[in-house]
């Protein structure tokens, strides 16, 4: 796909892990490395508490993206993304940056219990099949509200799905109403979606997600989340820059 996003250059290894990886630059210092090994010290980061479930948490979102077929990288790439605007917020709230970041990894957790068939459609869900899906924010809240020290991180996975203008789900929830940190989500995990190859089409560029997220500001969006984006924008476009290609053989 030929966008700002995708890089004709050769292969080269990770400096950090040696995968063999179509070359991605450290923003840095300009080294090759892959998206893993950069968003490692940055998920670190933002759970530098010590939080007894962190690995537990962090192993249930990357077996979530396995099953979904994805890199194994979405949620902890939507999670780092998300916190960037969030300190913009909290720049000095250790504990609450960790229950966004925990919040954002584990949003879609309750899809465990999605069959895959309707998990894995890539066509349109039919109204039954739909109904099943609607129930995963609920169901990812009934699991992570279980996890100790994580009563913010659960409701903010309860709430991912809703829309700034009460046309979401589970509970149709309004402006504020939702949780801070599920309105900065929604504007980072839609710039995710539709910068990301899917199998039914080719990922956008960073400007197209843009001026959809920007149409969509005060409908879908919080104007404060999507102002916050664009304050952001240059850290963003280097970390959707980041995404790696498909291992090299």
């Not at 077996?63 to 909290?90: P, W």
């Not at 039954?128 to 169901?139: F, L, N």
């Not at 899917?198 to 197209?208: Q, T």
Request: with cysteine; hydrophobic share 40%; glycine share 8%.
């Amino acid at each position: 796909m030929k966008d700002s996003r995708r890089s004709t250059a050769s292969a080269a290894k990770c400096r950090c892990c040696g995968t063999l990886i179509a070359s991605r630059r450290d923003p840095e210092t300009g080294d090759p490395l892959c998206e893993r090994c950069f968003l490692e010290p940055l998920a670190a980061e933002c759970t530098s508490g010590g939080d007894p479930n962190a690995g537990f948490a962090e192993a249930l979102s990357a077996a979530l993206d396995l099953r979904e077929h994805e890199t194994g990288l979405h949620s902890r790439r939507v999670a780092c993304h998300t916190v960037v605007l969030a300190k913009r917020f909290f720049p000095h709230d250790e504990r609450r940056l960790a229950q966004i970041y925990w919040g954002a990894l584990l949003h879609d957790i309750g899809k465990i219990g999605v069959p895959d068939h309707i998990l894995l459609k890539n066509e349109a869900l039919d109204d039954d099949e739909w109904a099943v899906m609607r129930r995963h924010p609920d169901d990812g809240h009934h699991l992570v509200s279980r996890l100790a020290g994580m009563a913010e991180a659960a409701e903010m996975v309860r709430c991912h799905e809703e829309r700034y203008d009460g046309t979401g789900y589970p509970r149709g929830l309004r402006g504020e109403a939702i949780p801070l940190g599920a309105r900065l989500f929604a504007v980072i995990d839609t710039l995710d979606v539709m910068t990301s190859d899917r199998p039914y089409r080719k990922g956008l560029s960073f400007d197209a997600a843009k001026a959809e997220i920007l149409r969509m500001s005060g409908v879908q969006f919080d104007p404060v989340a999507v102002d916050a984006f664009i304050a952001d924008e240059a850290v963003l476009r280097r970390m959707v820059q980041m995404k790696c290609e498909q291992e090299v053989a």
